[in-house]
C-alpha cells in the first residue's frame, strides 16, 4: 500500500533521517524529518491555477503540538489555540529562504505546514523545520529552484558547534541560524554576546559548508521519490506589451526619482500610473501593470546607482541620514526616547515592574519567566497610509524579536537589577530599517529609565544592488532600496562587537565576499549612530524616575518563610495591602519588595523587618503590653515578638500585683534580659528608664 523513500545523512554528530511515501500522501509534497529525538512532519500544497494577485501569495505555518513533549495544553480548552511567539518566529524562519526561489512566474496559493510530532528537548524543531519545507518542495514537483539546507551555529570561545543542544551552556555566546543553497548563503538570523565581524563570518562560512550535506542528502531522495515537475512559462505573453508601454515613460520615472522627499516621489509615481492608466483603456490588467511597472522602477534605480553611485535622496554608498536623539521625550513615563533617522522615527518607551510582572512563556521545553519584553509597532499612519490596527501580525512579533536579541545581551542581570522591563516602540514614521530605529532607540530609552545597560547598542541596515560581477552595498537603506534592491542586512551591537545579525537575500545566494564588505561597513556606520546618539545621552542614569517602583532584596532564613506568609497567606497580604508593596518570595529566602515610592518601601520594609529580625540581648526595644498575669507582663515588640516581663523585673521594689506596675495597652520600653529552654524571650523593665530608654543597667 505504501512506497516509502528514506534517507539518512549524519549532520552535527546526530542521525539526521527523511522518510516519504506514507504520511500525508494527498499534499504536493510530504515528507517527515527526525533529528536525534526530534521529528516534524511537513506538507506543501499549491493551488491548481494562478492567483490574480501580483505577488507570490505564500504562507508557511509551523506549529508545535503539546503531545510532542508529554505535555496537555493550559488553558480552558486543553488544545493548541492561536500561534506562540516561538511558532510565528520560526514560520519567518522558514518562509525567508524558500520565498526567493520560487519561479518568477509561479503565482499559485502555495501553503506549508509543519507539525512538531516529536520532542526530545535537546534539538530544536525550527532548524528540522526548515530543513522538512525545503525537502518537501523539493519532492513536489513545484518550480523551486532548491533544495536548501540550515543549521544551528554556536562558538565556545574557540571553535564553532554544529546544531548546539538546547541545553549547552557555551551556546550563550552565539546563537545562529544560517540557511542557503550550495552556490551561497540566502538567510541568517542570530543573537551574539558582542563577537566581532571576523567571527560572525567565520561562523556563516562554518554553517554554510556543514548544510550542504544536508542539501545532498535531499537531491538523493529526490532522484527517487520527486514528482514530475509541473510546466511553468518562461514569458508572459502581455508582458511585452505591457513592458514596451511602461518603458515610454521611462524618463518620466528617473524624473520621479530625483524627488527625495518620500511622499511627493510616490505622488508623482502614481501620476505616472494614472497616465498609463489612462493610454491603455479600460482592458488593462492592473496586476500586470504593477509587476510591469516594478521591474522598470528597478532597473531605473539600480542602473544608477550602479553607474553613478548616488542613491535616491542623494547620499553615497556609505553615507548615514541625518540622526536626531532625545532622551525624556515623556517625563512622566519611566524612560523614553524619541529617535529620528532621515524619514524613520521610533518613539520609545521603558516601563519597569517587579518579579511578579515578568510574562510567563508556555513552551514544550515547560514554563519560563521573561523579564525583558520588547514590543513593536507599525501603525499605517507611519508610512502615510490608511489599515487596519489591532494584534500584532508576523512582521511586527518578527522585528521586536530582532530588536530584543540585539539588546538582550547587554542587560545586567537580575541579581544587579531586579526590575521586569518592558519597551514599547511605536514607529511614527518609516522609510527605511525600523527594526534598527527601533534597537537605537530602546537603547537610549532604557539608559533613560536608569537601567545599568551595559554599553550602547546601535543597529543599521545594509543594501546591496548586483549585476553579474558588478555590486555596490548600500548602508542605511530606504524602503525603496528596499524593495528594489537584493538584499536586507540588518547589523546591531556596540562598538566593540555584534550584538545581533539577520540578513535576507531576494536573490539565490550570496558570497562571503559580499558579506565581508557589508559587515565591515555596518561597523563604520555603527559607529556613527553610537556617536550621535552618546549626544543625547552616553551612559544609563544612576538613579530611577520618581514614579518607578522602588525594589528591595532581602536575603532571609528559610525557616522565617512561613511566618511572613502567616496561615493562609494571611500576613503577606496585610503587608502588601498596607504598604501598597507586591512582595515575592522563592524557596531559597530571596525576598523581594516592590513599591510604588519610597514612603511604601519603608512601611514594607518595617513590617518584615519585624518579623525577621531577631532580638538581641542586652538591647532596648519599644514594646507594648498585651496580656497581663500573676507572674508578670507579656509584652509584644519587634512586631510580632512577644516576650514576658516577669514580675521582679518589673520595678526595682517588690511589686505586689503587675497590674500595680502596667496594664493592658501600655507603651513600654524593655531590655532583652536572655532566654529560657525553649527559645522564648525574657525581658525586664526596671533595667531601663521608662522615661528617657536609657539602660540603668
Given at each position: 500500500?505504501?512506497?516509502?523513500?528514506?534517507?539518512?545523512?549524519?549532520?552535527g554528530g546526530e542521525k539526521l533521517t527523511f522518510e516519504t511515501g506514507k504520511v500525508a500522501r494527498q499534499a504536493d509534497g510530504a515528507v517527515v524529518v527526525t533529528y536525534g529525538g526530534t521529528t516534524v512532519l511537513c506538507t506543501a500544497t499549491a493551488a491548481k491555477k494562478n492567483s490574480d494577485a501580483d505577488f507570490f501569495p505564500l504562507t508557511v505555518n509551523y506549529q508545535e503540538?503539546?503531545?510532542?513533549?508529554?505535555?496537555?495544553?493550559?488553558?480552558?480548552?486543553?488544545?493548541?489555540?492561536?500561534?506562540?511567539?516561538?511558532?510565528?518566529?520560526?514560520?519567518?524562519?522558514?518562509?525567508?529562504?524558500?520565498?526567493?526561489?520560487?519561479?518568477?512566474?509561479?503565482?499559485?496559493?502555495?501553503?506549508?505546514?509543519?507539525?512538531?510530532?516529536?520532542?526530545?528537548?535537546?534539538?530544536?524543531?525550527?532548524?528540522?523545520?526548515?530543513?522538512?519545507?525545503?525537502?518537501?518542495?523539493?519532492?513536489?514537483?513545484?518550480?523551486?529552484?532548491?533544495?536548501?539546507?540550515?543549521?544551528?551555529?554556536?562558538?565556545?570561545?574557540?571553535?564553532?558547534?554544529?546544531?548546539?543542544?538546547?541545553?549547552?551552556?557555551?551556546?550563550?555566546?552565539?546563537?545562529?541560524?544560517?540557511?542557503?543553497?550550495?552556490?551561497?548563503?540566502?538567510?541568517?538570523?542570530?543573537?551574539?554576546?558582542?563577537?566581532?565581524?571576523?567571527?560572525?563570518?567565520?561562523?556563516?562560512?562554518?554553517?554554510?559548508?556543514?548544510?550542504?550535506?544536508?542539501?545532498?542528502?535531499?537531491?538523493?531522495?529526490?532522484?527517487?521519490?520527486?514528482?514530475?515537475?509541473?510546466?511553468?512559462?518562461?514569458?508572459?505573453?502581455?508582458?511585452?506589451?505591457?513592458?514596451?508601454?511602461?518603458?515610454?515613460?521611462?524618463?518620466?520615472?528617473?524624473?520621479?526619482?530625483?524627488?527625495?522627499?518620500?511622499?511627493?516621489?510616490?505622488?508623482?509615481?502614481?501620476?505616472?500610473?494614472?497616465?498609463?492608466?489612462?493610454?491603455?483603456?479600460?482592458?488593462?490588467?492592473?496586476?500586470?501593470?504593477?509587476?510591469?511597472?516594478?521591474?522598470?522602477?528597478?532597473?531605473?534605480?539600480?542602473?544608477?546607482?550602479?553607474?553613478?553611485?548616488?542613491?535616491?535622496?542623494?547620499?553615497?554608498?556609505?553615507?548615514?541620514?541625518?540622526?536626531?536623539?532625545?532622551?525624556?521625550?515623556?517625563?512622566?513615563?519611566?524612560?523614553?526616547?524619541?529617535?529620528?533617522?532621515?524619514?524613520?522615527?521610533?518613539?520609545?518607551?521603558?516601563?519597569?515592574?517587579?518579579?511578579?510582572?515578568?510574562?510567563?512563556?508556555?513552551?514544550?521545553?515547560?514554563?519560563?519567566?521573561?523579564?525583558?519584553?520588547?514590543?513593536?509597532?507599525?501603525?499605517?499612519?507611519?508610512?502615510?497610509?490608511?489599515?487596519?490596527?489591532?494584534?500584532?501580525?508576523?512582521?511586527?512579533?518578527?522585528?521586536?524579536?530582532?530588536?530584543?536579541?540585539?539588546?538582550?545581551?547587554?542587560?545586567?542581570?537580575?541579581?544587579?537589577?531586579?526590575?521586569?522591563?518592558?519597551?514599547?516602540?511605536?514607529?511614527?514614521?518609516?522609510?527605511?530599517?525600523?527594526?534598527?530605529?527601533?534597537?537605537?532607540?530602546?537603547?537610549?530609552?532604557?539608559?533613560?529609565?536608569?537601567?545599568?545597560?551595559?554599553?550602547?547598542?546601535?543597529?543599521?541596515?545594509?543594501?546591496?544592488?548586483?549585476?553579474?560581477?558588478?555590486?555596490?552595498?548600500?548602508?542605511?537603506?530606504?524602503?525603496?532600496?528596499?524593495?528594489?534592491?537584493?538584499?536586507?542586512?540588518?547589523?546591531?551591537?556596540?562598538?566593540?562587537?555584534?550584538?545581533?545579525?539577520?540578513?535576507?537575500?531576494?536573490?539565490?545566494?550570496?558570497?562571503?565576499?559580499?558579506?565581508?564588505?557589508?559587515?565591515?561597513?555596518?561597523?563604520?556606520?555603527?559607529?556613527?549612530?553610537?556617536?550621535?546618539?552618546?549626544?543625547?545621552?552616553?551612559?544609563?542614569?544612576?538613579?530611577?524616575?520618581?514614579?518607578?517602583?522602588?525594589?528591595?532584596?532581602?536575603?532571609?532564613?528559610?525557616?522565617?518563610?512561613?511566618?511572613?506568609?502567616?496561615?493562609?497567606?494571611?500576613?503577606?497580604?496585610?503587608?502588601?495591602?498596607?504598604?501598597?508593596?507586591?512582595?515575592?518570595?522563592?524557596?531559597?529566602?530571596v525576598l523581594k519588595i516592590a513599591s510604588p515610592n519610597d514612603e511604601s518601601l519603608a512601611i514594607a520594609l518595617e513590617r518584615i523587618n519585624d518579623i525577621i529580625v531577631e532580638p538581641e540581648k542586652g538591647v532596648i526595644y519599644n514594646g507594648k503590653v498585651v496580656k497581663t498575669v500573676d507572674f508578670g507582663a507579656f509584652v509584644n515588640f519587634l512586631g510580632s515578638k512577644d516576650?514576658?516581663?516577669?514580675?521582679?523585673?518589673?520595678?526595682?521594689?517588690?511589686?505586689?500585683?503587675?497590674?500595680?506596675?502596667?496594664?493592658?495597652?501600655?507603651?513600654?520600653?524593655?531590655?532583652?534580659?536572655?532566654?529560657?529552654?525553649?527559645?522564648?524571650?525574657?525581658?525586664?523593665?526596671?533595667?531601663?528608664?521608662?522615661?528617657t530608654g536609657e539602660s540603668l543597667q
Amino acid at each position: 500500500m505504501f512506497e516509502v523513500y528514506r534517507k539518512e545523512v549524519k549532520f552535527g554528530g546526530e542521525k539526521l533521517t527523511f522518510e516519504t511515501g506514507k504520511v500525508a500522501r494527498q499534499a504536493d509534497g510530504a515528507v517527515v524529518v527526525t533529528y536525534g529525538g526530534t521529528t516534524v512532519l511537513c506538507t506543501a500544497t499549491a493551488a491548481k491555477k494562478n492567483s490574480d494577485a501580483d505577488f507570490f501569495p505564500l504562507t508557511v505555518n509551523y506549529q508545535e503540538k503539546a503531545f510532542s513533549a508529554g505535555k496537555i495544553p493550559g488553558g480552558f480548552f486543553k488544545r493548541e489555540g492561536r500561534p506562540s511567539e516561538k511558532e510565528t518566529l520560526t514560520s519567518r524562519l522558514i518562509d525567508r529562504p524558500i520565498r526567493p526561489l520560487f519561479h518568477k512566474n509561479f503565482k499559485r496559493e502555495t501553503q506549508i505546514i509543519v507539525t512538531v510530532l516529536e520532542y526530545d528537548f535537546k534539538n530544536d524543531p525550527d532548524i528540522v523545520a526548515i530543513i522538512a519545507a525545503s525537502a518537501a518542495l523539493t519532492l513536489s514537483g513545484l518550480p523551486f529552484m532548491g533544495p536548501i539546507g540550515a543549521c544551528r551555529v554556536g562558538w565556545d570561545g574557540k571553535n564553532y558547534i554544529l546544531n548546539p543542544k538546547i541545553n549547552m551552556e557555551n551556546k550563550g555566546l552565539l546563537d545562529l541560524v544560517v540557511a542557503g543553497t550550495n552556490d551561497g548563503v540566502l538567510m541568517v538570523e542570530s543573537e551574539a554576546s558582542e563577537l566581532n565581524e571576523k567571527i560572525m563570518l567565520g561562523a556563516v562560512d562554518f554553517g554554510h559548508k556543514e548544510l550542504k550535506n544536508v542539501i545532498k542528502g535531499i537531491i538523493e531522495l529526490a532522484e527517487v521519490a520527486a514528482k514530475e515537475p509541473i510546466s511553468i512559462d518562461e514569458d508572459i505573453p502581455e508582458e511585452k506589451d505591457y513592458l514596451k508601454l511602461v518603458k515610454g515613460f521611462k524618463k518620466e520615472i528617473e524624473k520621479a526619482y530625483k524627488i527625495q522627499e518620500k511622499s511627493s516621489r510616490y505622488d508623482e509615481l502614481d501620476n505616472i500610473k494614472e497616465k498609463i492608466k489612462q493610454d491603455y483603456g479600460d482592458e488593462i490588467n492592473l496586476n500586470l501593470l504593477s509587476d510591469v511597472f516594478k521591474k522598470v522602477e528597478a532597473d531605473v534605480v539600480r542602473t544608477s546607482i550602479l553607474k553613478t553611485k548616488k542613491r535616491i535622496d542623494g547620499r553615497d554608498n556609505k553615507t548615514v541620514r541625518k540622526i536626531i536623539a532625545e532622551v525624556g521625550t515623556l517625563p512622566r513615563t519611566h524612560g523614553s526616547s524619541l529617535f529620528t533617522r532621515g524619514e524613520t522615527q521610533a518613539l520609545v518607551v521603558t516601563t519597569l515592574g517587579s518579579s511578579q510582572d515578568a510574562q510567563i512563556i508556555d513552551g514544550l521545553d515547560g514554563d519560563h519567566k521573561e523579564q525583558f519584553m520588547l514590543h513593536y509597532n507599525f501603525p499605517p499612519f507611519s508610512v502615510g497610509e490608511v489599515g487596519r490596527t489591532g494584534s500584532p501580525g508576523r512582521r511586527e512579533i518578527g522585528h521586536g524579536k530582532l530588536a530584543w536579541r540585539a539588546i538582550n545581551p547587554l542587560l545586567p542581570s537580575t541579581e544587579e537589577f531586579p526590575y521586569t522591563m518592558r519597551v514599547v516602540s511605536d514607529i511614527t514614521e518609516s522609510n527605511g530599517s525600523s527594526s534598527m530605529a527601533t534597537v537605537c532607540g530602546t537603547s537610549l530609552a532604557l539608559m533613560d529609565a536608569g537601567v545599568p545597560l551595559k554599553k550602547p547598542v546601535a543597529g543599521i541596515a545594509m543594501g546591496l544592488i548586483k549585476e553579474d560581477k558588478d555590486f555596490v552595498v548600500l548602508s542605511d537603506i530606504l524602503g525603496d532600496e528596499d524593495h528594489l534592491g537584493d538584499m536586507d542586512f540588518k547589523v546591531a551591537g556596540t562598538d566593540e562587537g555584534i550584538t545581533s545579525l539577520q540578513m535576507d537575500i531576494k536573490i539565490t545566494s550570496i558570497t562571503s565576499k559580499i558579506m565581508k564588505v557589508a559587515l565591515d561597513q555596518a561597523l563604520d556606520g555603527r559607529k556613527h549612530i553610537l556617536k550621535e546618539m552618546k549626544k543625547a545621552i552616553s551612559k544609563p542614569r544612576t538613579t530611577l524616575a520618581e514614579n518607578a517602583p522602588k525594589i528591595k532584596i532581602l536575603k532571609i532564613k528559610v525557616d522565617k518563610i512561613k511566618e511572613i506568609i502567616g496561615p493562609s497567606g494571611k500576613v503577606i497580604k496585610d503587608i502588601c495591602e498596607s504598604s501598597s508593596s507586591k512582595i515575592d518570595i522563592d524557596d531559597n529566602g530571596v525576598l523581594k519588595i516592590a513599591s510604588p515610592n519610597d514612603e511604601s518601601l519603608a512601611i514594607a520594609l518595617e513590617r518584615i523587618n519585624d518579623i525577621i529580625v531577631e532580638p538581641e540581648k542586652g538591647v532596648i526595644y519599644n514594646g507594648k503590653v498585651v496580656k497581663t498575669v500573676d507572674f508578670g507582663a507579656f509584652v509584644n515588640f519587634l512586631g510580632s515578638k512577644d516576650g514576658l516581663v516577669h514580675i521582679s523585673e518589673l520595678q526595682e521594689q517588690r511589686t505586689n500585683k503587675t497590674t500595680d506596675v502596667c496594664k493592658e495597652g501600655d507603651e513600654v520600653k524593655v531590655m532583652v534580659i536572655g532566654f529560657d529552654d525553649r527559645g522564648k524571650v525574657k525581658l525586664s523593665m526596671k533595667r531601663v528608664d521608662q522615661e528617657t530608654g536609657e539602660s540603668l543597667q
